[in-house]
Structures are given as structure tokens and as C-alpha cells.
């Protein structure tokens, strides 16, 4: 079964950066897409911003400049890098991915969600 796992998360202050892991544990997997979405209490989850298998970059409302997305192939691995981060970025930020794993008679297309990690801006 193909997972996907977050980490990263934790209690940064105002100003400050945080990096935000997401690694898919299958090791035939190929990605179309891979990406962030947030949720904030109260609200409902939104697009942060998301990185295509041919490198392109799409952002949502959310996905300001100071978010960078970035992928490493080598191990099915999405990261989010978050600088000056103030309190309204405060979140539960969940990794989204879409792609497929194995070929003819195994080929199956997968759309998965982590787990979610915390993010809390605060002083």
C-alpha cells in the first residue's frame, strides 16, 4: 500500500521559516503532481502551492512567494520551505500527491493525502 508521510512541523515564532517534508513510500512510484494544501482552524483546507513531474509551479491564493516548493526524485520526496511566517500561517498542512505505480496489468493511478502536520506561528 502506498503511503505517504509528512514531517516537519512544530512551533516556529513570527518571522521565522520551517521546512515541511513529504515522501511517498513507494519506490516505483512516478508523480504527476505533488503539492500543499493547508487548513486552518475554522476554515476550510486550501491550495498552497503544488509542483508538476516537468517542473512547473502552481500556486493557489495562499501559495505567497515566500513558500518554496522543491522535489528530490531520488527519493519520491516533495518539501515546502516557509519563510517569514506570521501567525495567520498557522495550519495543519497536509501533502497531496498524484501519480501511478507499476505498468500494464499493475499499473494503478493513485490521489493521496497525508497525515497532516501542525504548523503553529506563535510568540
Known amino acids: 500500500q502506498v503511503q505517504v508521510v509528512e514531517s516537519g512541523g512544530g512551533l516556529v515564532q513570527p518571522g521565522g521559516s520551517l521546512r515541511l517534508s513529504c515522501e511517498v513510500s513507494?519506490?516505483?512510484?512516478?508523480?504527476?503532481?505533488m503539492g500543499w494544501y493547508r487548513q486552518a482552524p475554522g476554515n476550510r483546507r486550501e491550495f498552497v502551492v503544488a509542483i508538476t513531474n516537468d517542473d512547473r509551479i502552481n500556486r493557489g491564493a495562499a501559495g505567497e512567494a515566500r513558500f518554496t516548493i522543491s522535489r528530490d526524485n531520488t527519493k519520491n520526496a516533495v518539501y515546502l520551505e516557509m519563510s517569514s511566517l506570521s501567525p495567520e500561517d498557522t495550519a495543519v498542512y497536509y501533502c497531496?500527491?498524484?501519480?501511478?505505480?507499476?505498468?500494464?496489468?499493475?499499473?494503478?493511478?493513485?490521489?493521496?493525502w497525508g497525515q497532516g502536520t501542525l504548523v503553529t506561528v506563535s510568540a
Open positions: 513507494a519506490s516505483d512510484f512516478r508523480f504527476n503532481t
Open positions: 497531496h500527491v498524484d501519480g501511478a505505480t507499476g505498468t500494464g496489468m499493475t499499473y494503478r493511478h493513485h490521489t493521496l
